[in-house]
């Protein structure tokens, strides 16, 4: 670990929690050069670039089918759909997640059944055993924070009930667990390029991915007006495409995808030989601690077990932004969106204490020892 206690910063730092104009800025002439291009083409919807990117991300992920749609809520509720789910259908899902994965669920006509989380702030299997019923039909496990959920106990609760797995895996493109990308372990699964993610476009977008040809063949068809390749309307649809200019934009970044994963994985390392002494803090996993995963780091969520509010508001002061995952609140602490009251400790444990640090490949390293010295100089351990 680096002598934090001998190096000096001699004026206060900017360590926004994430700078869009980062995204950019750090290689505008690169993706300039795509625009132009897309543009002098007047390639707009569903072109070269949407199938394209579809290919490339298939063979990534080691997928048969990879469907662009219009954002990653738009990913979920298409999957739910084209997988069987109907409306009064109860929907397994973790209550820690942003709403969007319950909304998919409402979107349809299904009903969210929500349950907690472990100490992995994933989805806790114990808890997804303790509602199942005979009108639950799906669950959607929800990769967080750039980490894949432990799926094997998962997958044998929906085998042993009959349940659809369709992952929201927004925040889990990348990581894998076992070796398996996220996404790849049910029915269907789901991803977000909203442009904070490891992988974004400047815009919304999203996209489904499966191995089950009916699967997708269906959202193709939904996601299009009901549209086959040949222009025939099959079926009522909807207008969901990821668009070209986005899709061309995607396509261009995963060449650099995984040196992105790796610069987060690099900032990782460091947060934890510069935090992890402090007992206050619960970090979430170093790259290598745990075999079975490989995290992406899409958030750095960390538990702070002493003044938490206190911690934001000096760090705040210094120049350093945090977040709150979901502004502060799961989804069953959402009294407006009619959730009744639960039981679930784990989660409302996980909320008084949570705090994301700044995480992303634009972050350079000066700036993550930066946050480093200010947690420390917070608790006095220089």
């Not at 919807?45 to 992920?61: G, H, N, T, V």
């Not at 705090?355 to 100089?377: D, F, H, T, W």
Request: hydrophobic share 40%; net charge negative.
């Amino acid at each position: 670990m680096k002598d934090h206690a001998t190096q000096a910063f001699a004026s206060k730092m900017k360590v926004p929690f994430f700078d869009y104009t980062r995204v950019y800025a750090s290689e505008g002439p690169r993706y300039d050069a795509v625009l132009k291009d897309v543009l002098y083409r007047s390639d707009f919807i569903m072109r070269q670039d949407l199938l394209a990117f579809e290919k490339e991300l298939a063979q990534y992920i080691g997928v048969r089918h990879v469907i662009g749609v219009a954002n990653g809520t738009d990913a979920i509720w298409l999957a739910l759909l084209a997988g069987g789910i109907k409306p009064g259908d109860e929907v397994i899902m973790p209550s820690h997640t942003y709403v969007a994965t319950a909304g998919a669920a409402r979107t349809i006509g299904a009903i969210p059944v929500l349950v907690d989380c472990g100490d992995d702030h994933l989805i806790d299997p114990k808890s997804v055993n303790s509602v199942v019923s005979t009108t639950s039909k799906a669950l959607i496990p929800v990769q967080l924070n750039g980490r894949t959920a432990k799926m094997d106990p998962l997958m044998d609760i929906a085998r042993q009930n009959n349940l659809i797995i369709v992952e929201d895996s927004a925040q889990g493109l990348g990581s894998r667990y076992k070796g398996r990308m996220a996404g790849t372990f049910g029915l269907a699964g789901t991803y977000s390029f909203f442009p904070a993610k490891v992988l974004g476009c400047f815009g919304d977008g999203g996209a489904v991915v499966t191995d089950n040809d009916n699967v997708a063949e269906k959202i193709r068809l939904l996601r299009d007006h009901g549209r086959d390749e040949k222009g025939n309307i099959r079926c009522w649809g909807f207008n969901s495409r990821l668009d070209n200019i986005q899709a061309a934009i995607l396509f261009e970044k995963l060449k650099t995808f995984d040196r992105d994963i790796s610069q987060r994985r690099k900032i990782a390392k460091l947060y934890h030989e510069g935090l992890s002494d402090i007992h206050s803090l619960l970090l979430p996993a170093a790259p290598e601690e745990e075999p079975d995963h490989f995290d992406t780091y899409q958030n750095f969520e960390v538990e702070v077990t002493e003044s938490r509010d206190e911690l934001r508001e000096f760090l705040a002061n210094e120049g350093v932004g945090t977040i709150v995952q979901w502004g502060g609140k799961a989804l069953h602490q959402m009294k407006e969106l009619g959730f009744k009251e639960k039981n679930l400790p784990r989660t409302d444990l996980l909320f008084q204490r949570a705090i994301m640090l700044p995480m992303n490949q634009y972050l350079s390293e000066i700036e993550a020892e930066y946050v480093i010295y200010k947690i420390r100089e917070f608790y006095d351990v220089q």
